[in-house]
């Protein structure tokens, strides 16, 4: 099977992470290699960046589309993993030139260049991941199913959750880099803390429940002083089907990592995940608790999810692998576009929930600026 | 030391088990017994009761209160476990007679009756403790001495919550007398959920981070057809010093038990601490996560705290444990008044918390019922 | 129903701090009252004590055994909670006066002693209940059930440990009496952490298993300079269906607190308890783990452990509610004896099992001294 | 930079899975990629494998090593993944070309092969590291800092385990592949158990401690009928500082997956890990608790274990990551030799630890054959 050949635009810089982390997703299974990228935004440093990487480097994301275009690299697909404000112009720029896209979340910095997005892929028919990265993680991808399946019965109530501390203080007025592109509103849009996080708790609300936001009440909060954006957020939520959701997100919560989950509460039971031990999921359907475990050897897991496994319970597959999934269906995307046998892609999330998401973010920003008065989304 | 005498109102029923509750919590340090009661509605079943218990019976709360005003039975304190509807009369007339009160919460059937046993105890100095039986867990003491002596710095948010599932279907249509009064208007009064459960949510939010709520936006919900009043209670709050607070009930999720606790959000730290592993309250302030553990022989506690303590560490004190601390600051009260040297009696909620509470569930009702409107208390 | 009169012989000293547990325990229910002892060994001391509890002193538990059996006062039962070289001469006593006993645990001080108490119960047929106190946590017996039932199968390994951290520094040449007492061959016996804590795993392997230890190999160690017994007790036995167990107890491993529990392994389910969360018990059959937890509400407790639950689940009840257990044992082996309707008594350890405790702590010490060698009970 | 090339021995069966594993560890980082292999033992089936996997094929390793030891292709080091019969011959024919080897564990079938690999690697002065996976994780590294800094103390007892409960019944007579050589004394040596998953309990008792084992006192089982070798495997062992470490294994514990950890008490703080819960590490002083977290923005991280970390706090790396650490030692290793400047390499197992752990089980046998001897190792 030959490799895929993946391009990378942004994620280059020194004070980046998250480009280290996607290279490593997509080298995880030893059948995709980054081989190209546009790293940073100024040209110098990108060329010089992608020379440090090992990489063929461009200067900017509109030479690497159109040498891709010409098949000079001949690239199965591009991540983005430049800041909010820079997703938009590289990703319309592949899918026009029909290359597949893995986009960090939130999608755009603004609802309509989401629904061009939208328009776009729907026209041309390419593939079009979201890295919303929990949902890569298999435990997250079997709650869906259970609900699916109707395990869970009628959904009535859904809690999903973020709470972080690294902002609790200024960090953005000393050197580091990240406090100060998510806390700025030129690079990050109307909102910090609901955009970055409040997204990862409104996609595990809506992506494993089935279920949409149809209206929201919400308060943010901009804690730490000087600080223009919401450090802290939160969302009272209606669901189309009439459940309630509790989304909230928090930057300030000072000593949390990164301590993401959801509860969904059934007609026939209740399902609760925590990310920082992401390995299992636990299952509440009255006579006594049940606990699943992630492990490729475990026959509750239906063939959609057991076919992203890569090893028996009891060694836990996590950050990395769960992104690497993401990575697995856009590879398995590609390769059936190309004819070859793969095995179905699952239907993480996409264009659509980037959509749903940016405009999640803007309807709890206009109710907070109207002290919580409910907005459709 | 001579034992204490307690009198109980209400718990006799065969359905009932906060009487037999109360009964043990009051006896567990051998230095209290329950001694007389008044614990039917029906004068001829309550009588009975009381011999099935062997204790001294009364037909009903007035003949108990007569007779202890006339000194036979010499009692030192009254418990009221009767359904909320019934708290108030037993309160005051016991108040009036100078008799001190264990009462159980929420405190009243409405603002108004709380605001006269706030007159009352205000003008007679008659010893009255609330019983939020979690408040006297050393754990959450603790928390609450944490905050008072600066070590969370200033509070920015808090979340509080409570979690049952038993009331997920429609239990009140069947035998369940719990279920039947409980939902029930005429003896719950305006909330069930969160007079019942919500009220534990917002004790802990308020009486550990020692800030008041100021307004609410709240979302209830009737989850099982055919309710009238709220089995699911959700709340966004204003504290006093601008923190934003989540308090939030459910008796809808399927499978949880007394899924109760609170998250403190502070500059300094953060506090953790959760009802179903009550022995336990998590510290984090940023380097590593810190566990403190209930334990006699831990020096961490404040005396005010470690006076309450029965066992060193490692062998749980939990909810008789807890109640009994109720019972303890009421006995402290009472002995220290007869002048008995005592250790001072924890300021655990009172007459003042109980009014708070009543107001808060006002509030949420008012609010729900107007889309989430801000409502101050 | 009248209250059973308790009598307490030893646990009065100022250091002492199981007499009041008991004490709690006996009082719990308020069923049971404790209303004579003879608390301490020195007569004065033992007087004066009994004053300050409050209740009807005696000089020593002679006194107080022909007290009895000339009917005043009328105890129902008596509570031996002396150190260990101290619980035979009282049991023996109250025995051959025909007074039930719940005695602490080790049992005696040599295995001839409890040769005779076994003889003496078997003679005269009173009851005779020792008080390992974790037996009491339903939890624990929830356990026994379900190997009895045969959901366990055949079993093939049994761990059972109990680790604390107390002793890790030599404690006993301060002001501590505990660590005195307990560290002092002509107190304590022939073994320190085996007698006081391995005992516990014993049960916890043997009680729970419904297997008995036919042999041993054991290493003993006494880590603090200059301490005569063992701090660190480890044993490997074979059970008598020919499964293995490990049995170990530790005192100095450093801030462990009372981590004492069991993992039992069968052919058809594993077992896993832990007495600092006793609220649960972990239950494996191959697909996926299941939590059975604590609460009245729940079916799967057989009549026989649920006539022991006081309230429904999520309020723990723990180590005052398990010994507490014990003496609702007892009260219904008194009770019945006397013709009273009440729940049949489960079977918790006595006299046989304090027996071959003796013994298994006996056979452990001589083939520590024989460098491991296997060592028939 | 330049990415290293690796070769892989075994691991290409349709039913292994360690072979992908490692490809996953090498591939990981973007560093390395795996080029060549004599993937499986039969020619045709090596050479068809190779082909599958999009990688240069040998039919056997001898054809690899020659291939190599003639700079094509170039190899940077070669990965031995073979059942463990099959170790010792490849890892001695590349030591001999001077190719440095990651090497399964156990090391060799006998004592005697790895007395001879230990001289080959003194003598040739070639790195060699033992694929002791659990041992790349960050926080079995940070333990075994903390005790090399002294802040555990003197070590008194350790305990090191692993329950594993796959082989509960006769896999082996079915068609599982792994079973079946792993319980056969033809190919995995004269110790199933104790040889697969007792070296790991091994190695977390010496390696982090760094302490060796002097001598044994060992009872094994074979609870299966049928089955030749141990399915359960308990050690006593006397370390050389006089400290007494229980080693135990099994893999009839129905339901458990990789339940391995340790504890180590020493006189001044107690450490506990669990591989299933890999991100944490417990550590007791006395006072509280504290958790230390995974993570690369925590500063209580040595520079030897930090250079090894790719993430901030929160997000897990686990198994594949573990398993790459000791390739990027490898790494390390490697490109040190050649010059590069690159962090300092860990000190992993390496051929000594594989020599002990050879011991250890042998040791292990003998005391077992002669009721648990004390046997020198």
Redo the contacts between chains.
């Keep these: 099977?030959?490799?895929l050949k993946v391009g990378l635009v942004g994620g280059g810089g020194s004070d980046s992470?998250f480009g280290?982390?996607h290279?490593?997703a997509a080298?995880?299974?030893?059948t995709r290699?980054?081989t190209a990228g546009a790293l940073r935004s100024r040209p110098d440093a990108a060329l010089e960046a992608a020379k440090?990487?090992?990489i063929r480097g461009f200067p900017d994301y509109r030479a690497l589309v159109d040498a891709v275009a010409k098949g000079d690299p001949a690239l199965d697909y591009v991540v983005i993993a430049t800041p909010n404000n820079a997703h938009f112009e590289p990703a319309r720029a592949c899918l026009d030139a029909g290359i597949p896209v893995l986009c960090e979340k939130p999608m755009t910095f603004t609802v309509d260049e989401a629904e061009t997005l939208v328009e776009r892929v729907k026209a041309g028919d390419v593939p079009f991941v979201l890295a919303h990265t929990y949902t890569g993680h298999p435990m997250m991808m079997l709650a869906r199913e259970l609900v699916r399946r109707g395990a869970v019965g009628e959904i009535?109530?859904i809690e999903a959750w973020y709470?972080?501390?690294?902002l609790?203080t200024a960090l953005e007025r000393g050197n580091q880099k990240q406090a100060a592109w998510r806390t700025d509103p030129a690079r990050t849009g109307i909102s910090n803390c609901g955009g970055d996080i409040g997204t990862h708790a409104f996609v595990a609300a809506t992506w494993v429940s089935g279920l949409a936001v149809k209206r929201v009440?919400a308060?943010l909060?901009a804690?730490v002083t000087g600080r223009e954006l919401d450090d802290?957020f939160?969302v009272?939520a209606e669901m189309d089907n009439g459940a309630?959701a509790?989304i909230?997100a928090?930057q300030?919560?000072?000593?949390?990592?990164?301590?993401h989950g959801f509860?969904i509460?059934?007609?026939?039971?209740?399902l609760e995940w925590h990310?920082?031990?992401?390995?299992k999921l636990l299952?509440?359907?009255?006579?006594?608790?049940?606990?699943?475990?992630l492990?490729a050897?475990?026959?509750?897991f239906p063939e959609s999810v057991a076919s992203y496994l890569?090893?028996?319970?009891?060694?836990?597959?996590?950050?990395?692998?769960a992104l690497a999934n993401l990575h697995t269906t856009m590879e398995r995307l590609v390769r059936k576009r190309r004819g070859e046998d793969v095995p179905p892609p699952y239907d993480h999330p996409g264009v659509e929930e980037g959509l749903a998401g940016m405009r999640f973010v803007r309807a709890a920003v206009t109710s907070a600026r109207q002290?919580?008065a409910?907005t459709d989304l």
């Design positions: 099977m030959e490799m992470f280290r982390v290279q490593r080298c995880l299974d030893g290699q980054v440090a990487w090992g009535r109530k709470r972080q501390g690294w609790a009440s308060r909060n804690f802290d939160n009272m309630t509790l909230h928090t300030i919560a000072l000593g949390y990592r990164n301590d509860r509460f059934g007609t026939r039971a209740s990310q920082e031990a992401a390995e299952v509440r359907r009255g006579v006594h608790d049940e606990t699943y475990w492990g050897n475990y026959e509750y890569r090893v028996p319970a009891g060694h836990n597959e996590d950050f990395f692998e002290e919580g409910w």
